[in-house]
Structure formats: C-alpha cells, structure tokens
T-cell receptor, first 117, second 116 residues
C-alpha cells in the first residue's frame, strides 16, 4: 500500500496563471475526491469521481476549476486564471466503495499547497 | 443543509488525563459521522466512523465516540492522553444536502495540546 500521492507538494504562481495538480490514488480504489483546505479551517469538498465519471461537484468549484480522471486512475485538478483567494491546500483522497460514498473510509494524500502571489 | 460544529477550537490536557473533543451535527437524514486526525505535515487519517450500526464506536489509538441522536452529538473521547495525540481533530458528517447532492462536511477542527 503506497498510499495516495500528490504532485507537486508546493506550487507558487502569479495571479492569472494556470496551474495543474495531480493525484494518484491507492491503486485498487474506484473513488477519488478533491478538497480545499484554508488555514484554520476544515477541508471543503470540491468534487468526487467514481471510476472516470465525475458524480458530484460542489458549488465551490467555479468555472475556473476543472477536474478529470480520464482512465479511472490518476486525476488532475486545473485552476485557470488563478486568483489570490485560490491560495490553499488542495487535498486528494480515495476510497474503495460499493455503496453510498458518504459511508466510505477515505484515505488522504499529503496535499498540494498553492500560493498565488 | 447538513452542518457540523466543533465546540472547542483548542483543548489542552495533561498527559495521562482524559480527552473530550465535542462535536454537534445537523442533518435532515440519517448521517454518517467520522472523526479524522491531522498531524503536522501528515495527511488526514481516519480515527473512527459511525454508519448506523452500534452507537458506541471504537477507533484506533484508544479513541471512541458515542452517537447520541437525541443530542445530535458525536463527541470523541480517550481515557488517557498521550503526547503523540497532539494534533488537529476534525468531526465530519456525511449525507445528503438539501440540493440532493451527497457530500462530506468537515468541522473547523479542534487543536489538541498535550502537556507533559
């Protein structure tokens, strides 16, 4: 079990630039989640995939955000035209689920810390 | 909409004394409830979860939580704190939002300090 990995661990960018983060889930897990965590707060749910299908999207996921999981394995989260308010830790999690996703045990990666200057 | 409130942002205990981290939730449906722990520079780790089975749930590292529907609470306890328990703890509710969408909602966290 190699765990959930995320790349990069840190990203510093200028306002207006595009950034892309990658998440590699635990290999046999069919579900993958993205969260955003700002300082002093708990993670906020962004989106959820079951295999390659994106099944849930939070209202936090504005048009500038897009997530993909093209082959049901790794996932990417892209932020276009970054804003200073996008500065946060972006967390990825995965789970092996056969029933409702809200009962799954999710395994989290270490996160990607984004700083927008 | 579902929500979760962690009643204390910081809790400080002495090593060897009991730990109580308080959590209240709101949900229109039968929720799933979780406690996760986040150590500095480490990923979130599940401590325990409640999914409509036994109301007293035992987790890892001696932690347990009791689901009390009448009080809409899911407090986390441990009989004796250890220095390694110092971390951020998150209470999480899972269920359906008013929009019909499924989601997990995290509390804002409780930072546990353990004094020697």
């Amino acid at each position: 079990d190699t765990g959930v990995s995320q790349d990069p661990r840190h990203k510093i960018t200028k306002r207006g630039q595009n950034v892309t983060f990658r998440c590699d889930p635990i290999s046999e897990h069919n579900r993958l989640y993205w969260y955003r965590q700002t300082l002093g707060q708990g993670p906020e749910f962004l989106t959820y995939f079951q295999n390659e299908a994106q099944l849930e999207k939070s209202r936090l996921l504005s048009d500038r955000f897009s997530a993909e999981r093209p082959k049901g394995s790794f996932s990417t989260l892209e932020i276009q035209r970054t804003e200073q308010g996008d500065s946060a830790m972006y967390l990825c999690a995965s789970s092996l689920g056969t029933s409702g996703m809200v009962t799954d045990t999710q395994y989290f990666g270490p996160g990607t810390r984004l700083t927008v200057l | 909409a579902q929500s979760v409130t962690q009643l204390d942002s910081h809790v400080s205990v002495s090593e060897g004394t009991p730990v109580l981290l308080r959590c209240n939730y709101s949900s229109s449906y039968s929720p799933s409830l979780f406690w996760y722990v986040q150590h500095p520079n480490k990923g979130l780790q599940l401590l325990l979860k409640y999914t409509s089975a036994a109301t007293l749930v035992k987790g890892i590292n001696g932690f347990e939580a009791e689901f009390k529907k009448s009080e809409t609470s899911f407090h986390l306890t441990k009989p004796s704190a250890h220095m390694s328990d110092a971390a951020e703890y998150f209470c999480v509710v899972g269920g359906f939002m008013d929009t019909g969408r499924r989601a997990l909602t995290f509390g804002s966290g409780t930072r546990l300090q353990v004094q020697p």
